[in-house]
């Protein structure tokens, strides 16, 4: 009774060694420990960042989690579908597209008949996908994203409206960049107050634009 008393104890504080080195080692990363989030000016936010600058996106990139034989098992048809719906919806817009040219409406698909179909191709059977990984999402983001700033050109002129489907475009595809990578949680704070602190005065720019034109 009192051997096993002794493993019981040794065990425990074996849990906790580990908890603590664990810990460290994500610290020393750019992470943070359990519970500690340090107010971004702060020499604790910096030592992170600068640790996360350091070696972060490096191991990001080693780490990619890549898709494996199970998720092409289980959804890979879903991948196949979306490129023969693409590929087939593209011949038919691009076939049609002297028609399509004659309704107003429909012409900006008539502009980028390839663009229309892969958007509207890829976006219908995404959402079947259970849990895709991260690297995944980034591709569909960049797929779908790609094709809408086409249509997009072939619907707007240039201004602010362009610029604002541009920026939330870019924004999308940065943000699930940064999943995959699966940067610190330091460089992941920056991007975040950066995003939100630039956002704001482009929105301001383009309000004054949009009143500039009505006047």
């Known amino acids: 009774l009192a051997l096993q008393d002794q493993v019981g104890t040794l065990q425990t504080r074996l849990t906790t060694l580990t908890a603590e080195v664990e810990g460290l080692l994500s610290f ?4 943070v420990l359990v519970n500690a989030s340090p107010a971004m000016f702060s020499t604790h936010y910096v030592a ?3 640790a996360a600058l350091k070696d972060g996106v490096q191991n990001g990139l080693a780490q990619v989690s890549w898709p494996g ?3 092409f098992v289980r959804q890979g048809w879903i991948i196949v579908l979306q490129g023969a719906l693409s590929l087939v919806l593209a ?6 597209r002297h028609q399509l040219e004659q309704v107003e409406h429909w012409q900006f698909i008539a ?3 390839i663009a229309a179909g892969l958007l509207v191709g890829v976006m219908s059977l995404a959402v079947f996908y259970e849990r895709p990984p991260d690297i995944l999402r980034l591709a569909l983001s960049v797929l779908i994203g790609i094709a809408f700033v086409r249509l997009v050109r072939g ?6 409206r362009r610029q604002f489907v541009y920026g939330l475009v870019t924004l999308s595809i940065t943000t699930n960049l940064c999943y995959v990578l699966g940067l610190p949680l330091a460089l992941f704070r920056l991007y975040i107050v ?3 602190l630039v956002s704001p ?4 720019r383009w309000a004054a634009e949009s009143r500039h034109l009505r006047e």
């Open 69 to 71: 034989k199970a998720f």
């Open 155 to 160: 619907m707007m002129e240039g201004g602010w």
């Open 194 to 196: 950066v995003a939100a």
């Open 91 to 96: 011949l038919v817009f691009f076939r049609h």
């Open 201 to 204: 005065l482009y929105c301001l």
């Open 48 to 50: 992170q960042l600068a």
């Open 111 to 113: 502009k980028r008949p």
């Open 28 to 31: 020393s990363r750019g992470g």
